[in-house]
């Protein structure tokens, strides 16, 4: 069968994964309320780049039933897999206790969901409360995608790593690291990443890219982050939080197609 995409004597990256269901090489797109037809429209143009969608903070609260499950269905359908923000999960634990957990997750697998995200970024947990919380999510049919550190205080790289194997070894299938631990002063911290990646298995690991969210985040310190993430880990590095209108931005720079073009010149 030809080949569907046009330029195919371009070649592209021999390191970065093309065929989904991906192991590695992840794309996680954030959803900021995306409306049925803008985010059918966004997965027939970039469906292909992505892997998994987050309904953001706790917005899944505020769609219609219906409305909620259709979206579920068409990201299944393009082969995406929707999740939970961790923020839902740290709002039920936080205003109505950990007896309210196991009905949160049981409905949201019944909804669709087959992924949660389980963060502390308004609520300190422990380790054995990380462990107790995937086991819950296990135990509703959910995997887990564990976030760690802070958006407010900077994490030394053995704090990080120490809450990473916790999720690990409790039985989370990727670890989230929160971007705003590797940004400072309006730069990356390349220094915090090589310390991480020292020790833990980057591919199930997925870097958060920072937003708005985060006091004096900038468009140019999202791409700078972004630029580094392929530069030190590759095309198949695992990124998280891209937005919708991103997608297609993001793989061309994984791929060396984006606007700084090749870091160096590959033939004579």
């Not at 957990?101 to 409905?107: G, N, Y």
């Given at each position: 069968m030809p080949?569907?995409?046009?330029?195919?004597?371009?070649?592209?990256?021999?390191?970065?994964s093309t065929t989904k269901p991906r192991k590695t090489g992840l794309t996680m797109m954030a959803d900021w309320g995306l409306p049925l037809h803008h985010q059918e429209d966004i997965l027939e143009l970039g469906g292909d780049y992505v892997d998994f969608a987050k309904i953001v903070t706790g917005s899944a609260r505020l769609y219609k039933r219906g409305?909620?499950?259709?979206?579920?269905?068409?990201y299944r359908y393009a082969g995406v897999r929707p999740f939970i923000g961790g923020q839902f999960f740290e709002y039920v634990l936080a205003n109505q206790g950990w007896q309210a957990?196991?009905?949160?997750?049981?409905?949201a697998r019944n909804l669709g969901f087959e992924t949660i995200e389980i963060s502390d970024n308004c609520?300190?947990?422990?380790?054995?409360?990380?462990?107790?919380?995937v086991a819950l999510a296990l135990e509703n049919g959910l995997s887990v995608m564990g976030e760690v550190g802070s958006k407010d205080e900077a994490s030394e790289?053995?704090?990080?790593?120490?809450?990473?194997?916790?999720?690990?070894?409790?039985g989370a299938e990727l670890v989230l690291v929160e971007a705003a631990e590797l940004v400072e002063g309006g730069r990356p911290k390349p220094e915090l990443l090589a310390e991480l990646r020292a020790v833990l298995d980057f591919?199930?690991?997925?870097?958060?890219?920072?937003?708005?969210?985060?006091?004096?985040?900038?468009?140019?310190?999202?791409?700078?982050?972004?630029?580094?993430?392929?530069?030190e880990l590759g095309p198949d590095v695992n990124i998280a939080n891209v937005h919708a209108e991103d997608l297609i931005a993001t793989e061309a720079l994984r791929v060396g197609l984006g606007v700084v073009g090749p870091t160096q010149r590959l033939v004579d």
């Open positions: 080949d569907q995409h046009p330029f195919a004597a371009i070649e592209l990256p021999s390191g970065r409305y909620l499950t259709d979206k579920l269905a068409l957990v196991a009905p949160f997750l049981a409905e609520i300190p947990l422990s380790n054995e409360d990380r462990a107790r919380a790289a053995a704090e990080l790593i120490g809450q990473a194997e916790a999720f690990f070894a409790a591919d199930r690991v997925m870097v958060e890219l920072p937003g708005p969210w985060i006091s004096g985040v900038t468009l140019s310190l999202i791409q700078d982050l972004k630029k580094a993430l392929v530069r």
